[in-house]
């Protein structure tokens, strides 16, 4: 990527990590962060200029906006439509406007209203975490990630190919899509899953009882199928309010495969409620997970700790303090690990084994797999 002045409006998780990245390929780039509201964006911006990902914040588009290369809409997706009117009347003619908003449907719908299709080119990451925010954003975040690109039937070829290279320099793997294939398929494999996820936690709190039992005694399971439920409100409102027919009829596929469910279990039906698990069994086992093919690698090591209070921040702060980024912690049960083990997880494997060298050291005993 030559030096180009490439501009953030929201930044948070995912804006911050492509800012990270770009950064990390090219540090000739200028990299420029809008943000509506001081007070609502806590210290990220701050933060990211102290930390030279970004050179200029702004509180004013017009301020810097104009002479962008490339503009990324990093908000949630309702308020990266907002912006398209008045991107449109100063930005460069040559200038790429991209967004990396969970649905497509919609922004493509205002940028042909607008008049935008020869600049816009819609974009979507399919990593991410549950948490939000510039300071839980990593360089690594998109790395072998799949990352769709919805370009318009107007977009030019060179606009495509610089935009691609981009992708494909920050790690994550560009693949195009028309924008209605798009959110027929996240539809079935982010956003329905999110309102299951946080539909079974609403049902869970509403059942509990006072003790909170359900509450003390959720395990891995629960957690495994729930971790998405801690995601962004905000975001996963937009988001559920503009994928509404495509969310709706994924939704009504799965309430009906929950009654089918429901009426082999009156049955007693051995057959279906086996071939139920089955199935879904091998479906699972055949999506691949680690280190395979282009997907997402997974560098994860597990520890014995003690069980008392502070225990998970002294090795938080141990690691932090020798420069290692963790992606993820936190404790499980499963048959495995009977007692229960801290599960570390790191974006790099350079970042595991110095995890593991450092930990032995402290006489840590530490779990590989
Ligand atoms: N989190 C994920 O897993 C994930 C993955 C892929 C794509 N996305 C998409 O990325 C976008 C950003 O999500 P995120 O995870 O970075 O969320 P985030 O909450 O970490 O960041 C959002 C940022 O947008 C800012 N913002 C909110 N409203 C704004 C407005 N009106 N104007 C300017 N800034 C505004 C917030 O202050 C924050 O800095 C969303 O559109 C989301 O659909 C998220
Ligand atoms: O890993 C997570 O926490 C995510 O939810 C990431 C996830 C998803 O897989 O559903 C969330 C929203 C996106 O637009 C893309 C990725």
Request: some cysteine; aromatic content about 8%.
């Amino acid at each position: 990527m030559n030096d180009s002045i490439v501009g953030f409006i929201g930044f948070g998780l995912i804006g911050g990590s492509i800012a990270r990245a770009l950064k990390e390929i090219n540090p000739g780039n200028t990299l420029i962060a809008f943000n509506y509201n001081i007070n609502k964006l806590g210290n990220g911006l701050k933060e990211a200029l102290d930390d030279k990902v970004l050179d200029h914040i702004t509180y004013d588009l017009n301020d810097r906006f104009p002479t962008c290369d490339i503009i990324f809409l990093c908000a949630p997706v309702l308020s990266n439509i907002t912006y398209l009117t008045n991107l449109k009347n100063m930005i460069k003619p040559d200038c790429i406007v991209t967004d990396v908003g969970s649905v497509k449907g919609n922004i493509h719908k205002t940028v042909s209203e607008l008049g935008l299709e020869h600049q816009f080119i819609g974009g979507h990451p399919m990593a991410g975490s549950e948490k939000t925010g510039y300071q839980n954003s990593h360089s690594k975040l998109l790395e072998n990630a799949y990352y769709i690109l919805t370009p318009t039937e107007k977009t030019p070829q060179d606009k495509l190919h610089k935009l691609y290279e981009i992708v494909s320099e920050i790690g994550a793997i560009p693949l195009i899509l028309e924008p209605k294939e798009h959110d027929n398929i996240t539809a079935a494999i982010s956003h329905v899953p999110h309102i299951i996820a946080s539909g079974l936690v609403n049902l869970v709190k509403e059942s509990d009882d006072t003790a909170e039992k359900m509450r003390t005694l959720a395990a891995g399971g629960f957690k495994d199928i729930t971790r998405i439920a801690s995601s962004s409100p905000v975001m996963w409102q937009n988001i559920c309010l503009t994928n509404t027919e495509s969310i709706s009829n994924v939704l009504n596929q799965y309430i009906a495969c929950l009654q089918d469910m429901r009426n082999a279990l009156e049955r007693k039906d051995e057959d279906y409620i086996y071939r139920f698990f089955d199935t879904a069994s091998e479906y699972r086992d055949s999506i691949p997970n680690k280190s395979i093919g282009m997907m997402k690698k997974v560098f994860e090591i597990y520890l014995d700790i003690i069980d008392e209070a502070g225990a998970i921040a002294t090795i938080a702060t141990l690691l932090a303090t020798n420069r290692i980024s963790i992606k993820n912690i936190g404790i499980i049960h499963n048959r495995e690990f009977e007692q229960g083990v801290l599960r570390i997880e790191f974006y790099e494997e350079e970042a595991s084994v110095l995890a593991v060298e450092l930990l032995k050291k402290y006489r840590y005993t530490v779990y590989e797999r």
